[in-house]
């Protein structure tokens, strides 16, 4: 099983995409958030490019479907909750009292690389919360696995690269893997040097600067809790579900 | 003074470029080969981004140019000296013959990254093996720094972004420096991690399996010696030259 990490969607070849599966990161927030909606039930996120889209499609969809609950919207302006929407993007937000919901997220780089990924046979989210449990999905499905991460509108993003390569390293723990490319080098040596000093990566980065200037430190503490979760999360034309 | 590594040209915007001074990275080869040559006395390097066009300029140079020697050639294919070239692009080959002498070097990544650095105030090539000497010179011009990797034909290279990692911690034996950006941050650890085995790390890329496999070995040798070259080598108008 080859693997490869691909440090920003704009990198991507098609190549990186025919007959594999594609797992894309955007750590701090958008699929750690993700991973946790997912743990606590939610039956399904769909995401939305910016949080205009998001309000436009929630309205439309109650005014269309009035036989289930309405959506919930979630997303971020300067790190926290919109005006008008349900949720923020804080992954310690979501609770039993999500179960069952359909959730509406607005998140810019994880829209745009998963859109980019569009082409693989398979696309997850996955964070470092997530990591051995994608890998054993990975392992499950056989193909090749690109890694890729969102980045932050267009630059690397260091809490994205570790993400891959903590998913990297678990799946060198199902069985042989071949790394694919300089990248997954790097993303796995990085990982292995830092997997003890998570948290305090993360804060480091520009993302982890962002989050605790908002005054939300806790949730860079959800996200470097490596395995915390046993979830995997699929994406299918923009709306991700449990895998069971 | 602050420092932002960027990991491939593409991703290069001008807010790094005004002002400051880029160091371009193309550690297998080209700037470990420039930082050789300009350590044993070579007068120039002029970079071409292909052979025929090396080869092209020598010959109008000889025909327009009869007082002096003419340039020697150095460049490669897939590895090995070009037919019809003085110099292929091994860093060994630079002896106290060469003192003196015009090199036209044809360095297609390396030719790239340095063409896209030119807005910067200063551009300097730099490798492992003159990495103390140029964070000194950087130092010096006080100049905030854009460390560039070349990259292999549009994609991350583990050798070039471990070079970043080599300068970055130079720099801050130097005096203080601002970490600017993610890619700074992985850069600076995975050079911390890997530091004890320079040599490895090279040969375990992309790059390094493509110099192992022309029976190069050595030149990762070579290339992995940090700070073996106390020589500074800055690019002015895609010629390079010694900084006295």
């Known amino acids: 099983m080859r693997v490869d990490v691909v440090i920003l969607p704009s990198l991507l070849t098609p190549a990186n995409l025919a007959g594999k599966t594609a797992v894309v990161f955007d750590v701090l927030r958008a699929t750690t958030s993700i991973a946790a909606a997912i743990a606590v039930g939610v039956r399904s996120i769909r995401i939305f490019s910016d949080i205009a889209s ?36 804080s992954p310690r937000q979501y609770n039993s009292s999500h179960r069952g919901w359909r959730i509406f997220l607005a998140t810019t780089n994880g829209t745009r690389a998963i859109m980019a990924a569009s082409g693989a046979a398979t696309v997850l989210t996955a964070a470092l919360v997530n990591a051995a449990a994608t890998a054993k999905f990975c392992r499950s499905l056989g193909a090749d696995v690109t890694l890729l991460c969102a980045g932050t509108e267009g630059q690397f993003s260091l809490e994205d690269f570790i993400g891959t390569g903590a998913v990297l390293a678990a799946l060198r723990q199902t069985g042989e893997i071949t790394v694919g490319n300089d990248a997954a080098l790097a993303a796995e040596a990085l990982f292995t040097a830092r997997r003890d000093q998570l948290r305090a990566t993360l804060a480091s980065g520009h993302g982890g600067h962002n989050v605790v200037a908002a005054g939300l430190e806790p949730d860079i503490d959800f996200a470097a809790r490596l395995d915390a979760l046993d979830v995997v999360c699929r994406v299918e034309d923009l709306e991700i579900t449990a895998v069971i």
Not at 69 to 74: I, S, V
């Open 54 to 89: 998001a309000a436009a499609a929630a309205k439309a969809e109650s005014r269309e479907n009035t036989e289930e609950d309405p959506p919930l919207l979630a997303g971020e302006v300067a790190a926290l909750r919109p005006p008008g929407f349900d949720l923020g993007n």
